[in-house]
């Protein structure tokens, strides 16, 4: 077996700068790994070498129904994700959650917000009434075919589904809102991992009619294999009109 080990000067702060052709050493952080800059400042490097995969409804126009829901309630997700990577296979991925789109079609008209909150578990929470779709992941990488080890339902029926009970070992790790009420074409977004998208402004009465999107934010999201996900969406008093929507997600696994 060939052992490599690299050498590299250990730099917290910003190394001194070398002139253009001169050698120079790599640099390495306090902890040794490798400090690297990227040249392409967006995710197309995960899109290039087929780790980044997008899960939409099937056909766009085509709305997904909800069920009236007003309150929170672990057994009835809106959205469950599931990573069906073997925990003994060596070549397991964990799958990296990026983002959550809803696009409203149909308003909950009755509401006065838009809650959510994300749930993870160590074990396969079986659907013991499915009234979900499965979404097909795709990459968007159009020159590879890779499969995805995720398995996606998002909730479309009237009737809600209904999901096993948690283990011991569940957790929430996100809690927030998407503010006011929804309107249609709205764009319920949740950026997992960055903190750094605007508030929500209040409505006014052009706001209150004209579609826009409305972002909140959860931390970042890691599934290891045998791992499952599941998003709540709830809106209080809602009591008449359900939501209907489309659906966009994104997420990298490696």
């Given at each position: ?66 069920a009236l829901t007003t ?177 966009e997600m994104g997420w990298?696994?490696?």
């Amino acid at each position: 077996m060939l052992e490599l080990k690299l050498k590299g000067t250990t730099s917290r702060a910003l190394p001194q700068a070398s002139p253009d052709t001169a050698e120079n050493d790599i640099t390495i952080s306090r902890y040794g790994d490798l400090k690297v800059t990227s040249m392409i400042p967006t995710k197309h490097m995960l899109a290039d070498e087929g780790s980044y995969f997008i899960g939409t409804n099937s056909t766009p126009g085509t709305a997904l129904a909800y069920a009236l829901t007003t309150g929170f309630s672990d057994t009835t997700p809106f959205i469950y994700m599931y990573n069906q990577s073997r925990p003994a296979d060596q070549a397991s991925k964990r799958i990296h959650l990026d983002y959550i789109k809803i696009i409203v079609t149909t308003a909950p008209a009755s509401s006065t917000q838009a809650y959510f909150a994300i749930k993870l578990d160590t074990a396969l929470r079986s659907l013991t009434t499915d009234n979900t779709t499965t979404l097909t992941a795709v990459s968007p990488n159009m020159d590879i075919g890779v499969a995805s080890q995720a398995l996606l339902k998002a909730q479309n029926s009237a009737t809600a589904s209904v999901i096993a009970a948690a283990s011991n070992t569940a957790r929430v790790v996100a809690r927030g809102c998407f503010g006011g009420l929804p309107v249609v074409g709205d764009e319920l977004v949740i950026t997992s991992g960055s903190p750094d998208i605007g508030s929500y402004s209040g409505l006014t009465a052009a706001q209150a009619t004209c579609p826009g999107r409305k972002c909140s934010n959860c931390p970042p999201i890691v599934l290891g294999p045998g791992n499952s996900m599941e998003v709540h969406l709830w809106f209080p008093a809602n009591a008449t009109t359900a939501l209907s929507y489309e659906l966009e997600m994104g997420w990298w696994e490696r």
